[in-house]
């Protein structure tokens, strides 16, 4: 396993470790109460934290992803980094659902940072393959946050042993996606999915913005064309072209735009969406 460990961590670009190093002033003043978190391979540094911070490193995501994989008989699929390092990924490979001839391909998804911005997490992704278009859904019953102290790895036990959480809920979100598609959209939809996406207020008129705001709607609709055409005048539709907008229109990279629907406003955005057309699918 460990050749194998080896190989995954090379071709992800992942096969370095980071250590924590007090801070010292110019004048040759340290500072106890802080540390930086440097990246082995390349000296980067990577955050500034408090000194009872505890790194996770990549291998050790890794192997807690090798373990989950020969629980689950799930294989890991790939991963990667997002700017310096700072955010890390790894992906295993779940169950796929078919939707009226188009592939929908789920994922669990294991997460950390190296710069504080958020703790070691897992949840439940998918690709859908006629658009490309992607989904990162962070699991509610699975306690799956853990913040970077002392108790990091003994709490690493009790989540593994629960991680069959995720699984069951992919297999309700896949329901969910079939009963969406089952039911017809409607311009109240399309509203309600623009000011969730948008963050916008009742009062705030479309068209009545701020250009960069207007012109961003306006872009959502072409997504929200495209997706209602392929998918059907459907919740599923209204969906898709939310993740549609995220995926290809709103970032000028792929890179930007994955590391935002992972660690940022977009999917939590994208996430508001779903809870909101879940319920009418309840």
């Given at each position: 396993m460990q050749n194998q460990m080896q190989d995954i961590l090379n071709t992800t670009g992942l096969n370095w470790e980071v250590s924590k190093q007090k801070l010292i002033t110019e004048s040759g003043i340290s500072i106890d109460s802080k540390v930086a978190l440097i990246r082995s391979d390349n000296n980067a540094v990577l955050g500034v934290m408090g000194d009872t911070y505890e790194a996770y490193q990549n291998s050790e995501l890794l192997e807690l992803l090798f373990q989950i994989s020969k629980s689950t008989g799930l294989e890991l699929h790939?991963?990667?980094?997002?700017?310096?390092?700072?955010?890390?990924?790894?992906?295993?490979?779940?169950?796929?659902?078919?939707?009226?001839?188009?592939?929908?391909?789920?994922?669990?998804?294991g997460i950390n940072s190296h710069d504080g911005s958020t703790a070691l997490g897992f949840g439940n992704s998918t690709l859908t393959i006629s658009c490309m278009n992607t989904f990162f859904k962070a699991s509610k019953q699975l306690d799956s946050k853990i913040r970077h102290s002392a108790n990091l790895r003994p709490r690493i036990d009790a989540i593994l042993k629960s991680l069959d959480v995720l699984l069951?809920?992919?297999?309700?979100?896949?329901?969910?996606?079939?009963?969406?598609?089952?039911?017809?959209?409607?311009?109240?939809?399309?509203?309600?999915?623009?000011?969730t996406l948008f963050q916008l207020n009742a009062i705030d008129k479309i068209g009545e913005l701020s250009t960069r705001k207007d012109n961003q709607i306006l872009a959502f609709g072409t997504d929200w064309d495209r997706e209602i055409a392929q998918k059907g005048d459907n919740l599923w539709g209204a969906m898709s072209a939310a993740t549609r907008y995220s995926t290809h229109t709103q970032f000028k990279t792929a890179e930007k735009g994955q590391l935002q629907k992972m660690f940022g406003r977009a999917g939590e955005n994208e996430r508001l969406v779903w809870n909101k057309l879940a319920k009418f699918a309840a």
């Open positions: 790939g991963g990667g980094s997002f700017g310096a390092g700072e955010k890390i990924f790894y992906q295993l490979k779940s169950e796929d659902m078919i939707l009226h001839g188009d592939k929908i391909e789920g994922f669990i998804t069951k809920d992919e297999q309700s979100d896949f329901k969910t996606i079939k009963r969406m598609a089952e039911i017809q959209s409607t311009p109240e939809i399309k509203d309600l999915v623009i000011r």
